[in-house]
DNA sequence: TTTCAAACTTACATCGATGTAAATTTGTAC
DNA sequence: GTACAAATTTACATCGATGTAAGTTTGAAA
């Protein structure tokens, strides 16, 4: 930086302030100083920034694991969404298999993150609050009580009813649920648990736990699994609300190996929209979450919170939309 | 530090020198700083120690898209490598809708990293010689005449030719491939190209322009649009070598579509074994790259150039195996 | 007891930017 | 021509760690 002062013949403190974007530079300084810049292909120590303004930019996103399509395409939504607001994102992978450790942020990178965006699956949310970090988190799902963090959420409830909704005025009466938590109900599936009982009940329906297939973890093997199980059961079922693609996706194959037609015998209806759905066989019907605006709504309350401009210090919780999508899954009527 | 250092009666020097693993340190100091470091828990601060060091132990992931199956799982297995080494993994997305900027690296996150992994895809990788940075740069390809960067790769035409060798080992004759790049062979499309004309040739067969099916990306999309393509000409295959699994599962989705049945009427493989590939319907035949050893051998070289000890100044090439998984899209012989 | 290496301390410069505050120049309106 | 705000400069401290180099203590071998 002394070395570009000195070729545009101003002080280091004026290069200092053109590249970081101080109001009060004038045109005429600002051309000079990045020429010199250019001159020089002069590039600033972001390091040395970060030990001086004691922000690095960069946010972290905690989610289960990438590998699985619905966290990888978030990943990529937050990713862009943070670029548009000049921030990297760090990814940190909740579900590690090669230790016990389940922290949400490496200690070691602690310090040097601005902010951090929590997507927990099966997690309790008030696993929030043990994070202890000194930084502003976002929480992707439902808010829970104490919590002090924003929270962005679609409205799983209303989701999952909307689903189940689909499939009773299709006719199906013996409606099957995939991915219930076998240790009680707790976060996401907890709400989707209760959408999908709503609806059940508010068509005079008895949910019956006959029909609750349980699974830990919300993987293409578990939903062939539990589907395996739920047959095994000798359970009639003429449809399946599944908690995600993932668990749909296997519970399509499992039925297909044990010679159930989907949509003639069973109608099958997912949640996430992850790109396979629609190229699957059958294609899924399923719920299509706003990815990109849950992503927006997540940068936007955390950079609010880092950067200081949110309007009040009180949690706030986002809510956003979804759409029903309708495939080959559930295209025949009964 | 001061604190820390205060507190165990040590000086600021001792605590840095315990804290950054400093060999000649007696284990009764050591405790004795680790006990002062739990009792004020304090955290170092990384940006005062990048600036110092000027390493940040963060390495760069360049890849075209997190939402595409393979580099999610592709990102997945090189953050658990890099975190095995002491490394924290920062992804780049090279290709962005939102901008026609497809540097591999954004220029604010240049200078925050040690080294990059990049992962061209349709691109040359002759690229890489005009990235231009002043970190060591480990691709994801064969290497190119002229690179100066060390390459880890798996044996694309080798591992081409044992997918095309099993479609024709059934019987098939008229064996149609599909992700060829319409501008030109570059890359990993060109050797996976090689590997399916040596295999016909090797069986005493032309390779027929006819059945050459183009696609620039590869996407399920693009795997569809280009199977209804080929489809259209009239051209008559009975096999389809696409050169990765979501263009076989595009494909898949549009022989369905026209009334083809996989694989009595067509043998389909693909090329990656993502996680889908177990899930469709019919299940995929592909090749399975180590995903886990590229990883693996990526980082080390990486970590080699940017800690100074790898043995040479040299290029270096890494090859890794493959296998051949065979499932039902290809199951009954002709 | 002597000797020498390892362990540790001390003091200070340094990495490269930005914040502060006071001083100076420039530009525009009246 | 004066007044005043904006633009700019200057000088320096500072963020929090680590490298250096010289000096002191400890401990084991000769």
């Known amino acids: 930086m002394q070395d570009v002062a000195a070729r545009a ?4 403190k004026t290069v200092s302030n053109v590249l970081s974007g101080y109001e009060h530079v004038s045109a005429k300084m600002r051309t000079r100083v990045m020429a010199a810049v250019d001159e020089l292909s002069y590039e600033i120590n972001i390091a040395a920034r970060n030990l001086r303004v004691g922000r690095t930019h960069v946010i972290g996103l905690a ?3 990438l590998s699985q399509a619905y966290f990888a395409e978030l990943a990529d939504a937050v990713i862009r969404a943070a670029g548009q607001r000049g921030y990297t994102v760090l990814i940190e992978q909740t579900v590690r298999e090669d230790s016990t450790e389940i922290s949400a942020v490496s200690n070691m990178r602690k310090h040097s993150i601005d902010g951090l965006i929590y997507s927990p699956l099966t ?3 008030a696993d929030v609050t043990q994070l202890n970090v000194d930084f502003p988190v976002v929480v992707l799902g439902e808010r829970v009580h104490g919590s002090q963090a924003d929270h962005v959420t679609m409205s799983n409830a209303a989701a999952t009813r909307a689903a189940t909704t689909h499939v009773l005025e299709l006719g199906r009466r013996r409606i099957a649920v995939l991915g219930v938590q076998p240790d009680g109900p707790v976060g996401t599936a907890a709400s989707r648990l209760q959408g999908y009982e709503d609806a059940l009940t508010s068509y005079g329906i008895e ?6 297939a349980a699974a830990s973890l919300w993987h293409r093997r578990n939903g062939v699994e539990a589907t395996e199980r739920l047959i095994a059961t000798g359970a009639t079922f003429d449809a399946i609300v599944c908690f995600n693609d993932a668990l ?3 519970a399509l194959r499992a039925l297909k190996h044990n010679g159930l037609r989907v949509p003639e015998d069973v109608s099958v209806v997912g949640f996430d929209d992850i790109e396979d759905s629609s190229y699957s066989t059958p294609s899924l019907s399923t719920i299509s979450p706003r990815r990109d605006e849950i992503a927006q709504e997540a940068v936007a309350l955390l950079v609010e919170r880092i950067e200081g401009t949110a309007p009040s210090t009180a949690a706030r919780e986002v809510v956003t939309g979804f759409a029903l999508i309708v495939r080959e899954s559930t295209l025949v009527p009964f």
């Open 123 to 125: 997690l309790a949310p």
């Open 248 to 250: 749909a996706l296997g």
């Open 207 to 212: 949910p019956d736990p006959k029909l609750f």
């Open 63 to 65: 989610i289960p694991e």
């Open 9 to 12: 013949g101003v002080s280091v």
